[in-house]
């Protein structure tokens, strides 16, 4: 299935750029004016890292958005460079006197385009179709940080569950599939040079690039594509964060509702605010959430310890100010955890963070991004048990700091309490002495009008996993690599 959704963003997103990018680019060949600033736009769109880009297209109406429609215009974007760069190549290269004869011929402009330049140019377009081809195969494995599925999806969890397996698996996939694609492209090329003097090799190429179109339109209508196939009044939308216990809170959600005869639409593994932003733009109706980062991250106030207090405060504002509804808490709390490794926990006698300052001095630490700019993360964290690190900490990929720090890269890194990895890695949680960071409660998210469905679901939830249930579930994905679909249902079950 991810590889048909691989398959499909790359066949869509290179077709919307040929169908823009040719038909620019024999504009440019007649405005030369138009050259430049065009050549230039695509220059730039390239030049842009692609999950920037997915992040800039994704607040903007009718464009983007979570899902497939944002990847698509995204790596169309990306493939829009090669398509109208070689066919201005392909047709300004052209013998100028073979133009020039087929003007004394008595052709007109259209005529001289469809029976000249376009045929002596289409080896040189072809090869740039199949270089922005290549380009969306590989750029394309970034769309599952927005929710837009495809092999990127294997890299994203291989990375968060320590899986190398699946790392490979996703890297593997998409770099064969680049190489089929160079090599069917080749071929369908070879075949219309060979075409330009048989007629053989025309219904080659005919058949080829019928070939082409079939596949296209039958993997785009194929079943299991992420396109919202429920009634949009009917369904509910389950939405996740992009780490293991954020996928898991939501497919037991999502079980429960279809065990309710609900219709549940997943969109899972959204990457930053993604859920929060998708929620408001009414993309998704629910996600699990956790109160300290609704109440630091997203209404931006400074942190409070009371976990009642920061619950009630972020309830009362998210209905006040986006009009959104809370669950009872689930639970359990997911709290930051500063983690070293378990052994040199062991060696050392650590017990809290205070324990671990004066080793600081030479250690490397390492911190997710997320953690490094929020009010209730690295600035204060430092400033408020003063540590002074000897190096700068290194700012990475929050599931990557997990495998630095039991490798020996990183000494120090600050995690969530109810993560498997810290079981499976054998890795130290240390107390936190002097009680800095906030609750981090976790509760589910919804929109208002959603709530008389999800209610009873939320009733049944309140207070129904702790903090060691957590941590075990989580520990069956990470660490004893099961898929948190299976992992939610047994659980559903169970409960």
């Not at 082409?212 to 339109?217: D, G, K, Q, R």
Request: net charge neutral.
């Amino acid at each position: 299935m991810l590889t048909r959704e691989h398959i499909v963003l790359v066949l869509l997103s290179t077709g919307f750029a040929v169908l823009i990018g040719v038909p620019l680019g024999i504009l440019l060949t007649r405005i030369r004016s138009l050259r430049a600033p065009v050549l230039g736009f695509a220059n730039v769109m390239q030049t842009v890292p692609s999950l920037a880009l997915f992040g800039l297209l994704i607040p903007i109406p009718f464009i983007g958005g979570i899902g497939a429609r944002t990847a698509i215009i995204a790596l169309a974007l990306y493939a829009l460079l090669p398509v109208i760069r070689n066919t201005v190549t392909g047709i300004i290269g052209i013998d100028p006197k073979i133009q020039e004869a087929a003007t004394a011929m008595g052709m007109t402009g259209w005529q001289r385009l469809g029976l000249v330049e376009l045929p002596l140019a289409m080896p040189v377009m072809l090869t740039g179709i199949r270089v922005a081809v290549v380009i969306s195969v590989g750029v394309a494995t970034v769309a599952a940080a927005v929710g837009a599925g495809g092999l990127g999806t294997y890299i994203f969890r291989g990375l968060r569950q320590n899986d190398n397996n699946l790392l490979l698996a996703g890297a593997i996939a998409s770099a064969v599939l680049a190489l089929l694609c160079d090599f069917a492209l080749g071929q369908i090329e070879k075949a219309y040079r060979i075409g330009e003097r048989t007629s053989n090799g025309r219904k080659l190429v005919g058949a080829a690039l019928a070939s082409a179109l079939i596949i296209f339109a039958v993997s785009a209508y194929l079943p299991g594509f992420r396109s919202g196939s429920f009634n949009a009044e009917t369904k509910i939308v389950v939405g996740s964060k992009d780490f293991t216990e954020s996928v898991i809170l939501a497919e037991i959600l999502a079980q429960m509702l279809e065990r309710k005869g609900v219709a549940v639409e997943r969109q899972f593994e959204l990457g930053g605010n993604l859920p929060h932003d998708s929620l408001l733009s009414k993309q998704i109706d629910v996600y699990p959430e956790y109160t300290g980062t609704a109440y630091t991250a997203i209404l931006k106030h400074a942190p409070l310890t009371d976990p009642q207090e920061v619950y009630d405060r972020t309830r009362t504002e998210y209905l006040e100010r986006f009009d959104l509804a809370f669950s009872s808490p689930l639970g359990f709390a997911n709290d930051f955890a500063i983690l070293v490794r378990g052994q040199v926990a062991r060696d050392q006698g650590l017990k809290t963070i205070s324990d671990a300052v004066s080793l600081a001095e030479s250690w490397q630490a390492g911190f997710g991004q997320d953690f490094m700019s929020r009010a209730d993360g690295y600035p204060g964290f430092v400033k408020a048990y003063g540590f002074n690190f000897a190096k700068q900490p290194r700012e990475m990929d929050l599931s990557l700091t997990y495998r630095a720090l039991s490798s020996g890269e990183l000494d120090l890194i600050a995690g969530n309490s109810t993560d498997g990895l810290i079981s499976a890695l054998d890795l130290f949680q240390l107390e936190d002495d002097r009680r800095y960071f906030p609750p981090y409660q976790a509760v589910f998210i919804a929109r208002r009008e959603k709530m008389p469905v999800l209610e009873d679901v939320f009733n049944l939830l309140g207070n129904a996993i702790s903090t060691k249930e957590m941590r075990r579930l989580n520990y069956e994905v990470d660490g004893n690599k099961r898929a948190p679909r299976d992992v939610a249902a047994e659980w559903v079950r169970a409960n």
